[in-house]
């Protein structure tokens, strides 16, 4: 930021240019003392080192996994450090570059409760940092303070100097309402200033041919809005916290400024320290779980030194707008940084969090970009608009004022995890360069020490006048300053008529004064002639000026009305970027809301989704087990069935064998089992055998069989109830081939077979046909699948054929089960589906070689 002259001045080329040298941010470290026998996390190596020592709880720890953390800083003061060795390292070079024109910023950065407002401000027995520089400055330019309201603030961020007579009016409106107020408040010990211990310092290097004057504000930065917290506003309006938005304007000198705060001019430290307790009323505290005092916003105290030279007599200010040098001091005590899980927050004290953590954030954003700029040569946009501290010090980053930072630490554990933070941060800062501006004193060609000059002048004037020493000639040749005509009349009392000594003493003194009058006159009269050509030069000028400032003055006004309506405009859009500025909190607050509730919708859905996945996962787990299971248990039912088929097969084929053993042994006639089957169920009672309706013809002897399709070519069933059941009852003669080991049967109905002959083996065709024999019957004995013993008849008609053979003709079968009566039921149905295969592979295996045909 510039050293600033009034606007009237041209503007003068950025400082940046005119800078001698590049320094970088000076940054310095405070560590403030533990309390309770809390445990530290810091350590102090040097004076210019520290270290920070990752606690065992501390989330850095379990990552870095106990790695100690060094900074470097310009200076680390440690706990015991007072409140005046800070001062003296940090800010004493400030109010000396203040006194010589330059300006300077100073904050104090941390966490809450690190001791920033203990640093700052201090308490009266032990006055910070603002207390003492006030000190200081007030001591150093006391004898050369202008009067007040000599100065007076143009609220354009530049100031005017008004006449004596302007100066002196206000100073007794001032006087007026001070003692109004004061019978008003009589008694309200309120306004009573705590007692202090100021600081003695005094800077040796103050020019003394200026004259000072001394301003002071106070704003804070609040839920980024600016307020002025000095403004003369009723005290209802300050209870209820109404103060009014300021805007952050840029002057004619581009500087950043505050438009309309309310400049105080301060003639002491007392009046300084009486405007920033007025402020410091209404500036925003809290009770926070971290700090019982906790400041919620940032508080900026601007000291504005004004100085004017003093006019070639060394007597009156010089009455030039463009002679007036401003230059300033920021105090910036920061908010802490805090985050929100730590401190408990709710409500508003969260939302306040909530914007002192966003401006934090732009301030370290501003000064990474910065340094990035300066290190890698890039050209990235610095986002100072985005916060209003850094709009407001814009002008400092960018090289026009010198910066320092004190970052303090508590060095409690607690604020471990921060501390790493902030102090990362600030040594950081250190990598930025900042120019050093110079401070621009126009030279006005005035004799240096003029000021002592008058007052040696006067000084001497006065004692010769005390002393009544005549011999002032050389005194006043020498200065040549005092236009008179030499000293006083000496006392001339004519006592005698005669004393021409007295008439002699009177007409030498009057001719000295002729002389010194002739003398005077003469240079005077050369004085004016000179003095009337260069007003007549003057006057010639003052017509060419009134005529250029005449129409300057058009072009002025119409710039004004210009200004006007830009101003009214910028006003406008300003409002309306406040109010969108609160739209876009309120929005940003509904977008953090509504984000923490799509977070929670989404780890529902989330747990849902691993929900499904698991029951999927177990039910596919599932599946695939009931499948092995169900293909084991296929497997294993195939397996049975194959075995119970080759079982049943086997069966079969013993079966088979043993009627083809049969047949063969009874001489190559075979018996084949027809389609139709016959059962006869026995329990404990025989029931009749049904008659089939199909038989199967094997002829035996030509070994040719033939299918009989009709019933009618077959003799009557044996159980045909229209028939008796046995054609044996007539005069037939019956084979009866049954095996020799057939088991008994034991039951009530037996085939009748009257006549008969039985063979168990039938070796020879001719058996059949020599024996006379016109029936023919095999009986057949087996286990059935439930292991129940079945016997079946085989009958045939014994046909005799033209060759001289003999054809046998089956005709029918009988069955005869017999069942245990505990025995388990077996189902009908795939009872006579067996012995049906069973019949039909019988009969397949004895007509062999023959196509077999189903009705
Ligand atoms: N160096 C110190 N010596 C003694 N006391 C200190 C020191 N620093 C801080 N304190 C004390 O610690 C407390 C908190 O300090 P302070 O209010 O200055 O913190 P802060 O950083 O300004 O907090 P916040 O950011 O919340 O405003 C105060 O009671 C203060 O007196």
């Known amino acids: 930021m510039k050293p600033t002259r009034n606007k009237t001045q041209p503007r003068k080329t950025p400082a940046k240019v005119q800078s001698a040298s590049r320094d970088p941010v000076k940054v310095f470290c405070r560590i403030r003392p533990l309390q309770n026998n809390e445990e530290t996390c810091v350590k102090v190596i040097s004076q210019t080192a520290v270290s920070l020592l990752p606690p065992e709880a501390g989330s850095s720890y379990r990552v870095a996994n106990y790695k100690e953390i060094q900074h470097t800083f310009k200076r680390v003061f440690d706990d015991r450090a007072t409140q005046k060795e800070v001062f003296d390292h940090v800010a004493l070079p400030l109010v000396e570059n203040l006194i010589h024109g330059k300006n300077g910023l100073l904050f104090t950065y941390g966490v809450t409760g690190s001791g920033k407002t203990f640093t700052m401000t201090g308490d009266p027995q032990n006055g910070g940092i603002m207390p003492r520089c006030l000190d200081v400055i007030f001591n150093s330019i006391a004898n050369y303070q202008a009067k007040k309201f000599v100065f007076k603030p143009d609220r354009m961020n530049g100031f005017d100097i008004q006449t004596d007579a302007d100066a002196k009016l206000d100073r007794e409106k001032e006087l007026h309402s001070v003692i109004t107020l004061r019978t008003l408040k009589k008694k309200d010990s309120d306004t009573d200033l705590p007692q202090r211990a100021p600081d003695t310092t005094k800077i040796g290097s103050v020019d003394e041919d200026n004259t000072y004057a001394v301003f002071v504000t106070y704003v804070e930065v609040y839920n980024n809005a600016v307020y002025d917290l000095l403004e003369d506003i009723p005290e209802d309006t300050i209870r209820s916290r109404h103060l009014q938005v300021k805007i952050v304007r840029e002057d004619a000198s581009h500087n950043m400024y505050v438009h309309s705060v309310t400049e105080v001019e301060v003639k002491s430290t007392e009046d300084a320290f009486e405007a920033f307790y007025k402020g410091q009323k209404r500036k925003r505290m809290a009770i926070t779980t971290l700090n019982s005092e906790s400041s919620r916003s940032h508080s900026v105290f601007t000291i504005r030194l004004v100085q004017a030279p003093l006019d070639s007599q060394g007597e009156n200010i010089l009455q030039d707008k463009k002679a007036i040098c401003i230059s300033q001091l920021s105090l910036v005590d920061l908010a802490g940084s805090e985050r929100t899980n730590r401190t408990k927050n709710s409500g508003q004290r969260l939302r306040e969090a909530g914007n002192i953590n966003n401006s934090l954030m732009t301030l370290r954003t501003c000064l990474e970009i910065l340094r990035e700029n300066q290190m890698y040569s890039a050209n ?473 045909t189903r009705h």
């Open 380 to 852: 990235k946009m610095v986002p100072y608009r985005d916060s209003k501290v850094t709009h407001l010090f814009k002008n400092y980053f960018d090289g026009e004022g010198q910066v320092k930072m004190i970052v303090c630490v508590n060095p409690r554990v607690e604020d471990y995890d921060e501390t790493v933070h902030v102090l990362k941060f600030a040594e950081m800062t250190q990598e930025i360069q900042m120019s050093q501006p110079l401070a621009t004193k126009l030279d006005f060609g005035l004799t240096p020490g003029r000021r002592k000059a008058n007052q040696i002048f006067k000084q001497a004037l006065r004692k010769m006048e005390e002393n009544g020493n005549g011999n002032t000639e050389n005194i006043e040749v020498d200065i040549g300053l005092v236009y008179c005509l030499g000293p006083p009349f000496p006392c001339l009392e004519l006592t005698e008529p005669s004393n021409d000594k007295l008439v002699n003493d009177l007409v030498t003194f009057l001719e000295l004064r002729m002389n010194r009058k002739n003398l005077l006159l003469k240079d005077w009269q050369q004085k004016h002639e000179c003095l009337r050509n260069k007003l007549i030069e003057v006057e010639k000028e003052n017509i060419i000026a009134k005529q250029d400032g005449a129409c300057s003055r058009v072009g002025l006004e119409q710039e004004r009305k210009k200004t006007d309506a830009l101003q009214a405009r910028l006003m406008d859009s300003e409002a309306t970027v406040m109010s969108l500025q609160h739209q876009i909190q309120q929005k940003e607050a509904d977008l953090v809301a509504l984000k923490q509730e799509l977070e929670k919708k989404e780890m529902l859905l989330h747990q849902q989704m691993l929900d499904k996945e698991k029951l999927k996962q177990k039910y596919s787990d599932k599946i695939a087990v009931e499948k092995e299971r169900n293909t084991f248990e296929t497997h294993k039912r195939l397996k049975e069935q194959e075995i119970e088929f080759k079982t049943q097969m086997r069966d079969q084929e013993t079966k088979l064998r043993k009627v083809k053993e049969i047949l063969t042994k009874d001489g190559h006639s075979a018996v084949r089992p027809t389609r139709s089957v016959a059962t006869l169920e026995t329990k404990d009672i025989h029931t009749p055998v049904q008659p089939t309706r199909s038989a199967a013809t094997q002829e035996i002897g030509n070994i040719h069989s033939r299918v009989l399709s009709q019933s009618s070519k077959r003799g009557p069933a044996v159980s045909n109830p229209r028939h008796r059941r046995s054609q044996s009852a007539g005069g037939e003669v019956w084979l009866d081939h049954r095996p020799a080991n057939a088991v008994e049967l034991g039951t009530i109905m037996q085939p009748i077979m009257k006549r008969r002959k039985s063979i168990a083996k039938l070796t020879d065709a001719k058996d059949v046909v020599n024996s006379k024999t016109s029936k023919y019957c095999l009986m057949t004995q087996e286990q059935d699948s439930s292991g129940e013993l079945e016997t079946r008849l085989y009958k045939a008609d014994v046909l005799p054929t033209s060759g001289g053979g003999a054809q046998v003709v089956f005709n029918d079968v009988e069955t005869l089960k017999q069942r245990s009566p505990n025995a388990t039921p077996v189902r009908k149905r795939n009872a006579s589906t067996s012995e049906l295969k069973d019949t039909e592979a019988a009969c397949a295996v004895a007509v062999e070689g023959h196509k077999r």
